[in-house]
């Protein structure tokens, strides 16, 4: 990175040395590519840094007399923590297009799903499975991304809580999907139940390793920890064990064409999600200071959040016994699972 501001003791115009100073484009910082993108534009550098281009210290400061950002807000060390540049390039206005997008797709599902009377052809033992398991799910969708809000507020760069603030609102969006879903064809089914998910959430067996999981991850001070322990290690363990690995699959064998693209999306964020975090995670992995620290650091993360994702998703094993229909067993999911996260931690050098 070129000379910045903080070695200037002028706030003169052009005082401070930085990229295109010397030009007309106005840019200051270093683009990954060979030109800057859109989201580069609107996203670096837009929370100022001391260390930077500012040539006083923070804007704002608390009582302890920290600034508004600080780096021990993880215990996680960087050479430069402006290199992060999220793949899914996603700011405000593709963020709200896209969730649009989602929302419009999934209630259009809904009512036509609904128009042709497709709840009422659901198989009686799979509407017990979504009021009950469903239902309980929401509340884990919710869970993580309430302390993907709170890591969000603590990230070092406007790029790494962007990353980390989008993934909050799709955890929230499918929260609130799922709500409104079960909602709406509760309107088509007798009997139906809306408080049961909430029941089983906080009282059946099944589900307590999967709150212990997320209410451990909530409870982390560390936002990086958080944010990989979802992404690295919740997700590919329990997240899609659950969504594909049951509810996309069990439910047309049981007369249930809404569910799968209802959670589908969901599938879609992860991607999207998990991308952003093993780009951060590797050049914190790799760096040229710090790179062993942080290898050893995330490693302690993995077998933390770890023994608590296997201890949930092995307490999920019974739904997978419950359908009429099977069309997979929970051994053939685990074994995906077990290969997913092999194949996640082996890209960042990590080891289960």
């Not at 060390?77 to 969730?99: G, L």
């Not at 799979?126 to 919710?142: D, T, Y």
């Not at 999981?213 to 997700?235: H, K, R, S, V, W």
């Amino acid at each position: 990175m070129p000379a910045t501001s903080s070695s200037v003791g002028s706030g003169a115009a052009g005082a401070a040395i930085f990229a295109d100073s010397d030009s007309r484009k106005y840019r200051y910082f270093d683009p990954k590519g060979q030109r800057a993108t859109h989201y580069e534009d609107v996203t670096v550098d837009v929370q100022p840094d001391p260390e930077r281009y500012l040539i006083q210290d923070w804007i704002i400061s608390f009582s302890n007399g920290k600034g508004a950002y600080i780096k021990d807000n993880t215990a996680a060390k960087s050479s430069n923590w402006h290199a992060f540049r999220a793949p899914d390039q996603e700011w405000e206005r593709t963020h709200y297009q896209r969730q649009s997008k989602i929302e419009t797709m999934v209630q259009s599902v809904i009512t036509n799903a609904r128009r042709a009377g497709a709840p009422k052809t659901f198989d009686k033992v799979w509407v017990k499975i979504l009021q009950a398991h469903l239902g309980a799910w929401k509340h884990a969708e919710f869970g993580l991304g309430t302390s993907l809000m709170q890591a969000q507020r603590y990230g070092y760069t406007q790029m790494i809580n962007n990353a980390t603030l989008t993934n909050s609102s799709y955890k929230l969006r499918l929260a609130q999907d799922i709500t409104l879903y079960l909602a709406e064809i509760g309107m088509d089914i007798a009997g139906w139940d809306d408080e049961l998910g909430k029941k089983h959430w906080l009282e059946d067996g099944i589900w307590q390793g999967t709150r212990e999981a997320i209410e451990t991850i909530m409870g982390t001070p560390d936002y990086l920890e958080q944010y990989f322990a979802i992404n690295i290690i919740f997700e590919p363990l329990v997240g899609e064990l659950f969504r594909s690995g049951f509810l996309m699959q069990a439910a047309a064998a049981n007369h249930d064409f809404i569910t799968p693209p209802v959670v589908s999306a969901a599938e879609a964020d992860y991607e999207r999600n998990l991308a952003n975090t093993i780009d951060l995670i590797y050049l914190l992995a790799n760096d040229e200071k710090h790179g062993a620290a942080n290898r050893k650091l995330f490693q302690g993360w993995v077998t933390k959040h770890g023994a608590l994702a296997d201890k949930a998703a092995i307490g999920l094993q019974p739904i997978w016994s419950m359908p009429h229909s099977k069309p997979i067993s929970f051994a053939d999911v685990r074994a995906q699972s077990e290969e997913r996260i092999g194949q996640i931690l082996g890209e960042l050098g990590l080891k289960r």
